[in-house]
């Protein structure tokens, strides 16, 4: 199995798992520097670790991120129209 290294030497398995590259940039950027990481710091190291990658690792990592996010907005868009219709009904009940 490939594997990819983030800059401080943290190796990652291509094995499809998207979470665990999220994960991993999660613990070596943004917990080593102890929330205190910026943009160009997540950016550099998403660039390092996309850039070991061969194009069909790319193409898989990308349909894969297109999918989570995608879920992850239809479910923030989703959780917002039923705190609008809870807001709604507690309204009609008040008034």
Do not use: C, W
């Not at 290294?5 to 917990?31: H, W, Y």
């Not at 102890?34 to 850039?51: A, I, N, S, Y």
């Not at 297109?66 to 009609?92: I, K």
């Amino acid at each position: 199995m490939r594997k990819i290294k983030t800059t401080s030497d943290v190796e990652i398995d291509l094995d499809g798992d998207l979470l665990a590259i999220l994960e991993t940039l999660f613990q070596e950027v943004t917990l080593r520097h102890e929330l205190e990481r910026t943009f160009e710091d997540m950016m550099r190291e998403v660039t390092h670790l996309v850039g070991q990658m061969d194009p069909d690792d790319q193409r898989r990592y990308l349909v894969e991120s297109l999918f989570l996010n995608t879920v992850t907005y239809e479910n923030e868009r989703l959780g917002a129209f039923m705190r609008r219709l809870a807001q709604q009904e507690g309204d009609s009940r008040t008034s």
